[in-house]
């Protein structure tokens, strides 16, 4: 039996409907794609910029006092969140040298620091606080930059679970245009990440533990051990 005209005419508005509805969830999908894989800024242009990673000094012990004391322990030395970190993290690369007192990795007895001398080492960033810098480099390894930039420009690495002392072993300075540069410091012994320069991107800056683990990993990249 043949169709009737108004039979063809439904027939061919409900596929072109078909049709419109396929394309547009066609395109929502990589809209999506699109927007979820794309850097909040400005870790959107640090794969185009020149990048520097900075190993902090995350601790400066003070001054021995003058009159005699007791040996002192590891625990009276730094704080327990160095503490912790120093025993968990494994990333021995970022201990600074002659802070962590020997009694704390090695079993042997601590001692105390020598007295402060007069500070003119570099530090990073410009403002305070700031941290002493042991040593820097520039990223230059493409593959890596893009890696930095998607694990710091997506907010579903952060949450808001982080301790409130910020003792950075890490910096990143990147600068894509005029202006100042855009500073961050990464402290993995307090779990977050706080911005220099630019205002952080997302709502919380506590580090999720999948994203310790891919800076870590970053980190033995950069700085390899007992380099």
């Not at 520039?138 to 930039?149: S, V």
């Amino acid at each position: 039996m043949g169709w009737t005209r108004g039979a063809r005419a439904a027939y061919a508005r409900a596929t072109m409907t078909k049709r419109v509805v396929s394309l547009g969830v066609v395109a929502l999908a990589l809209t999506a794609a699109a927007c979820g894989g794309k850097s909040a800024p400005p870790f959107d242009t640090m794969p185009s910029a020149q990048v520097i990673a900075l190993r902090l000094q995350n601790f400066e012990p003070p001054p021995a006092p003058a009159a005699a004391s007791p040996t002192p322990t590891p625990q009276s030395l730094l704080p327990p969140e160095i503490m912790s970190w120093v025993q968990q993290s494994g990333l021995g690369q970022l201990i600074p040298p002659g802070v962590i007192p020997p009694g704390v990795l090695g079993g042997v007895t601590p001692t105390a620091p020598a007295p402060a001398q007069q500070d003119t080492a570099p530090r990073f960033p410009q403002a305070a606080p700031n941290f002493r810098i042991l040593s820097q480099a520039p990223i230059l390894d493409a593959k890596l930059k893009e890696e930095l930039a998607e694990l710091l420009g997506d907010e579903d690495n952060f949450d808001s679970n982080h301790s409130t002392c910020l003792y950075a072993e890490m910096g990143l300075s990147f600068q894509s245009g005029p202006g100042l540069p855009n500073d961050i410091l990464i402290s993995f012994s307090c779990n977050q990440v706080q911005s220099r320069n630019f205002a952080w991107p997302h709502p919380a800056a506590g580090m999720k533990p999948g994203t310790v683990e891919k800076l870590s990993q970053i980190v033995k990249e950069l700085w390899p051990a007992g380099s």
